[in-house]
């Protein structure tokens, strides 16, 4: 095999702290960085660090981050030789990696028509049930009628769950919990799937009451070498947006773990799957249930980070460019025990957005403590996107030991001006249940209830 060499210069297709995570990623392997950004992101950090910066629209997504064309002519003119998509916006669309790749320019991630294959959560589901993998008991496919609906119900029983076929984010799912509501619970679904993500189509499966949200982390090459490092659990939800998550989960037996990598691998494997990718979960009574593929980096990527000491960005960079894997599943440990709290600028028992001007940020610091974060003093959170702003990132040798880290470092952490769901994250700390590992996805919301 000819050497494979690593890229010159990549763009970096996203913004905030994704963005930010990638730069620094570049950096250590001596790549170039061009950071795009719209008009209200042109002080963000990783246009202030990045070696070029491109402004390729104004604020609304669909003219900046989601525009193809301008982002294709950023790569053009600043001559970059790959992409990263990061997370969101453009990770999971086939047609840009399509359009890029046609252009000669590298996609970082995976094949269009993987990413094709997991965007349809029908054929996702169809694809795994064939490579073996366990299911939620559901529809075979899109479910059009009422009737359709009633009929596949008096199989699988309810509560149900009605959810869109491209769906993303939480949205456009609806649970019936009789046959009474199941129209009204179709109609909604429906009529959100269309609303955000322009097809309607939607399918539908058995509602677990109390399961744990349970995810893989893989990687792969483009030589057939497979590897999964482990799981997360990121149970601890409000809306289905994860907020607090776990590597590993307190909630699993060695055996159960083992068992679901070695699935996951021969999967994933099978498929010819390559890059990063995340397969998640449903876990109760002792059995799991595949929901969907993630064909990108996640947002809690750094907890599993911190317990196998790998670097997945730098690791997703390598495939792209065509260089295997130097290291296989034996190689890899798990080791200690990471959390991440998702710091959102939001009222922490309201959860209304809170844009506006940063008057104070210090953050913590010390053993096992990671921040990701794009935030400064006299930064503007923008109210157009995401309200994600930071991410605590804690290391621990016992988990107990990383709550207790949690806790400590988010007393340290200081954000003022803008309102964040850090005094939720100390409550959690604090919570006997959390402290136990006994939750399940369903817990947050209900507390919250009170
Ligand atoms: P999205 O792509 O919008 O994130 P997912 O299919 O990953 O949608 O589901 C998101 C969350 O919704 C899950 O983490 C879980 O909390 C809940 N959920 C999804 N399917 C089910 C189900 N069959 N039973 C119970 N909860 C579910």
Redesign the pocket.
């Known amino acids: 095999m000819t050497e494979k060499k690593l890229f010159k210069k990549v763009l970096i297709a996203n913004r905030g702290e994704v963005a930010l995570r990638i730069l620094r990623a570049c950096r250590e392997m001596g790549i170039k960085t061009v950071a795009i950004h719209s008009t209200a992101d042109a002080d963000s950090m990783h246009v202030r660090l990045a070696d070029e910066s491109v402004c390729i629209g104004p604020a609304p997504s669909r003219d900046s981050y989601l525009n193809m064309p301008a982002i294709l002519s950023a790569a053009d003119i600043t001559g970059a030789d790959a992409i990263h998509p990061g997370v969101g916006f453009l990770s999971e669309n086939a047609t840009f990696a399509r359009m890029i790749e046609e252009h000669g320019i590298t996609f970082i991630g995976p094949t269009p028509e993987h990413i094709e294959m997991m965007g349809d959560?029908i054929t996702a589901k169809k694809t795994m049930i064939d490579l073996g993998v366990p299911v939620?008991p559901?529809s075979d496919g899109g479910v059009d009628t009422d009737e359709e609906a009633l009929e596949i119900s008096t199989s699988i029983g309810y509560p149900m769950?009605i959810?869109?076929t491209s769906?993303?984010?939480?949205?456009?799912?609806k649970?019936a919990n009789n046959a009474e509501e199941l129209p009204q619970a179709l109609r909604l679904a429906r009529a959100e799937a269309k609303a955000n993500f322009g097809n309607d189509q939607v399918y539908m499966?058995?509602?677990?009451?109390k399961?744990r949200?349970i995810e893989v982390q893989v990687l792969a090459d483009m030589y057939g070498n497979a590897v999964h490092l482990g799981e997360r659990d990121?149970?601890i939800?409000r809306r289905?947006?994860?907020i607090w998550e776990e590597a590993p989960s307190p909630g699993l037996k060695q055996e159960e773990r083992e068992k679901l990598g070695k699935i996951v691998t021969k999967a994933i494997a099978k498929l010819g799957y390559r890059g990063v990718g995340t397969l998640?979960f449903?876990y109760e009574g002792g059995e799991f249930?595949f929901?969907?593929m993630?064909t990108r980096l996640q947002v809690e990527h750094p907890i599993t980070e911190m317990v196998t000491g790998i670097d997945l960005v730098k690791e997703q960079i390598k495939i792209a460019a065509g260089i295997p894997l130097d290291f296989k599943q034996e190689d890899i440990e798990i080791k200690g025990h990471a959390i991440e709290c998702r710091i959102n600028a939001e009222n922490a028992t309201t959860f209304i957005p809170s844009p506006g001007l940063v008057t104070r940020y210090h953050t913590p610091g010390g053993w096992g403590v990671r921040i990701d974060s794009h935030l400064y003093q006299g930064y503007k959170v923008p109210p157009y996107y995401d309200s994600l702003i930071a991410k605590l990132v804690v290391y621990g040798h016992t988990r107990a030991e990383c709550i207790k880290r949690v806790e400590r470092a988010l007393h340290e952490f200081v954000i003022e001006g803008v309102e964040t769901i850090i005094p939720l994250h100390q409550k959690l700390a604090l919570e006997p249940d959390i402290q136990s590992g006994n939750y399940d996805?369903?817990w947050l919301e209900k507390k919250l209830k009170g």
């Open positions: 959560k939620v559901g769950i959810k869109a769906g993303g984010g939480g949205k456009g799912m649970v499966e058995r509602y677990l009451r399961p949200h990121c149970s939800q289905h947006q994860k998640e449903l249930f929901m969907e993630n996805i369903h």
